[in-house]
C-alpha cells in the first residue's frame, strides 16, 4: 500500500468516533468509503477535505442480502479495499436481560454483530488476492457480562472478538491482518441518546476508570489509525481494551 491510495470502508462513520477518525485520516493518499445508517449530513462536510476520493454510503444493515450489496457498492466504486473499519453498534431496547424479548435479542444480534459477519464474509474474498486489514469495534464490558439493562448488546459485541480471531487464523496466509479494540466508557452520543444517562450517571460511571475519567473519541480514533498504518503489520488476532483500567 506504500505507492498507492489506501482504500478504506468505514461502517458507521457518522459516529463520533467515525467522524474523528475520517478527521485524521484526512490525506490525499487515502479513500474513504464512509457508510451510515441514518445522519448522512454529518458526513457531507468531508466531501471538500484532503481525501482522494470520498463517498458517502448510507444503507440499512440487518441481513445479509443488505450487507453484501453495501460491499459490492463500494468494490465497484474504490475498485478494491485494503481496510474495513467496523465502528457500526446499537440497543433496540433499554431493558434488564430478564424481560428482554426474542425480538429484541434478535435485532440486536442483526445489529452488533451478524452484518458485520457478512459484511466480513464478502471483503475477506477480495482482500485474498493482495491481503489487507480488518478492524473491529466490541466492548470491554463484553467479557464481563456486560450491563443488566444493554445485556443483548454486549452478547452480540463478544462475537466480534471471536469473529477477528478467526479472520487473524484463516487469513493470515492471504496477509489478512485482523484485530479487535474494545472501547470502555467513551464520551460519545451513545450514552446520553441511546442509553439516556443523566449528568449524574455520567459522572458516576466516569468515577469507575482508574484514570478518573471517560476516554475521548479522537483517543480512540487515534488508535485505529494506529492499526490502519504500517506500523501494526505484525499485530494481528489481538483485542485491545481501550478503558482507562475499568476491569483492573
Known sequence: MKNRNIK???LGAS??????L???LDNP???IGAHCHSNKKILEKFKN??????????KKLINQKQSHELVSSYIKWSGGIDVLVQLTGNISKIKDWTDLKQKNLIRDFNINFSSTFFIVQKIFKHMKKSGGKIILTSTSSAIHGGGEDSFAY??????LLYLSKAIARFGGKYNIISNCISPGYIDTKFHTKVMKRSKKDLKIRQA??????SGSPQEIAEFINFLISNKSNYFTGQNLNIDGGDWI
Open 8 to 10: 478504506i470502508l468505514i
Open 15 to 20: 459516529s463520533d468516533i467515525g467522524v474523528e
Open 22 to 24: 475520517i478527521k485524521i
Open 29 to 31: 493518499k487515502i479513500e
Open 49 to 58: 477535505s484532503k481525501l482522494s476520493k470520498f463517498k458517502i454510503f448510507k
Open 154 to 159: 454486549g452478547l452480540s459485541k463478544l462475537n
Open 208 to 213: 469507575k476508570s482508574k484514570l478518573g475519567r
